[in-house]
């Protein structure tokens, strides 16, 4: 399983790469092949300040949809547009050319709760 070391991740199996003031954020390689091929990725946040924890979009695969959860509080300020016609770069490159948004950070975001790769990898087993 690829699992970057420059990368933060969640129990929710997502990545976080912060840079300043804005964090990218996808599904972990490990999600995506859990969700086999994923055929629709819906981010209904664009604009919209959410608190860490909550649903900020879904990724439809072809037998379930699995909610996003922000890692960290902020303004969801980018969707990742080549999504709408290759859903299946978040399988392809989920590190890459399948991440899903990017975040303003709230000045109070807290990335306590964020795992490294290496904490991450130990919740995997």
Same mark, same amino acid.
């Given at each position: 399983? /690829?699992?970057?070391?420059?990368? $933060?991740?969640? $129990?929710?199996?997502?990545?976080?790469?912060?840079?300043?003031?804005?964090?990218?954020?996808?599904?972990?390689?490990?999600? *995506?092949?859990?969700?086999?091929?994923?055929?629709?990725?819906?981010?209904?946040?664009?604009e919209?300040?959410?608190?860490?924890?909550?649903?900020?979009?879904?990724?439809?695969?072809? $037998?379930?949809?699995?909610?996003?959860?922000?890692?960290?509080?902020?303004?969801?300020?980018?969707? /990742?547009?080549?999504?709408?016609?290759?859903?299946?770069?978040? /399988?392809?490159?989920p590190?890459?050319?399948?991440?899903?948004? $990017?975040?303003?950070?709230?000045?109070?975001?807290? *990335?306590?709760?964020?795992?490294?790769?290496?904490?991450? *990898?130990?919740?995997?087993?």
């Open positions: 399983m /690829n699992t970057p070391a420059e990368l $933060k991740y969640t $129990k929710d199996h997502e990545w976080v790469k912060i840079e300043g003031d804005t964090a990218t954020i996808g599904i972990t390689d490990f999600a *995506q092949s859990e969700l086999g091929d994923i055929v629709f990725v819906d981010v209904d946040s664009l919209e300040e959410l608190s860490e924890g909550e649903v900020f979009g879904s990724v439809e695969a072809v $037998k379930t949809v699995s909610d996003l959860y922000l890692p960290v509080s902020g303004t969801v300020v980018e969707f /990742n547009e080549k999504l709408e016609e290759q859903p299946e770069l978040v /399988n392809s490159d590190y890459g050319e399948g991440w899903i948004i $990017k975040v303003r950070l709230a000045e109070d975001a807290d *990335q306590s709760g964020l795992l490294s790769a290496e904490d991450y *990898q130990a919740l995997l087993g």
